[in-house]
C-alpha cells in the first residue's frame, strides 16, 4: 500500500525547546493532512497543505509541503505544556492514510 | 452544531459477545468513515460509507466485522464474536458532499475484550 513514514515516533523536550516530526512518502502525494490527537482524546484536524513546497504557519505552528510533494514537516517553536500530544500527518484519498505518529513529551 | 456523535464512549465485552457501535455524524454531512486505533500507533481505515450504501471496505476483517449507515438513523459498526484482539479504539469521522477531504472525528468507541 501506499503509506505514509513518519520519524520519530516519541520526542522528550524541555518546555520552551522546538519539536519537528516528519512524513515521507515513497510516491507523489495529492495532499497532506496534519492531525493532534491528546491523551485519551480523538484526532482533531489541523492543517491540510496541497501545493508543492507550501509553507503555513499558525501560532507557534510551522507546516511544510516538500517541492517534490514526497514529504512534509511540522514544527512547533518554544513548545508549552499544551502541545502535549501526538501528531500525525495522513494522506487523504477520500479514505486517510495515517502516519505512526510522534509523541510529543515534556520533560518535568 | 454537534460534532461528531460516537456511543458509548467506552464499551466492555467478554469473547465471543457482539459488540456494536454507533455512530452520528455531523449534521448536513453524509460521508462517514471508521478507523481502528491500537494503543501507541496510528489510526487504520475500516471502512468508507455514505447512506444506505458501502462504498469501500477494504481495510474491513471479512470476517466478524459489518458496517451500515441506514438512510435513518446513526451509523453502526458490528463485531460478531469478539476475540481480544478486537480490543481497540473505534473512531467515526465525518465529512461533507463540498469538502469531503475534511473530516472531523468523534470521541471514539473504546472496545475492551476480556
Known amino acids: 500500500g501506499q503509506q505514509v513514514m513518519q520519524i520519530p515516533q516519541y520526542q522528550h523536550v524541555q518546555e520552551g525547546e522546538d519539536f519537528t516530526t516528519y512524513c515521507n512518502s515513497s510516491t507523489t502525494l495529492s495532499n497532506i493532512q496534519w492531525y493532534k490527537q491528546r491523551p485519551g482524546g480523538h484526532p482533531v484536524f489541523l492543517i491540510q497543505?496541497?501545493?508543492s513546497g507550501e509553507v503555513k504557519k499558525q501560532k507557534r505552528l510551522t507546516f511544510q509541503f516538500g517541492e517534490a510533494k514526497k514529504n512534509s514537516s511540522l514544527h512547533i517553536t518554544a513548545t508549552q505544556t499544551t502541545d502535549v500530544g501526538t501528531y500525525f500527518c495522513a494522506r487523504s484519498n477520500y479514505q486517510l492514510i495515517w502516519g505512526a505518529g510522534t509523541k510529543l513529551i515534556i520533560k518535568p | 452544531n454537534a460534532g461528531v456523535m460516537q456511543n458509548p464512549r467506552h464499551l466492555v465485552r467478554r469473547r465471543g459477545q457482539e459488540a456494536r457501535l454507533r455512530c452520528s455524524p455531523m449534521?448536513?454531512?453524509?460521508?462517514v468513515y471508521w478507523y481502528r486505533q491500537l494503543p501507541e500507533e496510528g489510526l487504520k481505515f475500516m471502512v468508507y460509507l455514505q447512506k444506505e450504501n458501502i462504498i469501500d471496505e477494504s481495510g474491513m476483517p471479512k470476517e466478524r466485522f459489518s458496517a451500515e449507515f441506514p438512510k435513518e438513523g446513526p451509523s453502526i459498526l458490528r463485531i460478531q464474536q469478539v476475540v481480544r484482539g478486537d480490543s481497540a479504539a473505534y473512531f467515526c469521522?465525518?465529512?461533507?458532499?463540498?469538502?469531503?477531504?475534511?473530516?472531523?472525528f468523534g470521541p471514539g468507541t473504546r472496545l475492551t475484550v476480556l
Open positions: 497543505l496541497v501545493k
Open positions: 469521522a465525518s465529512s461533507s458532499d463540498s469538502r469531503e477531504d475534511e473530516q472531523f
Open positions: 449534521k448536513g454531512h453524509s460521508h
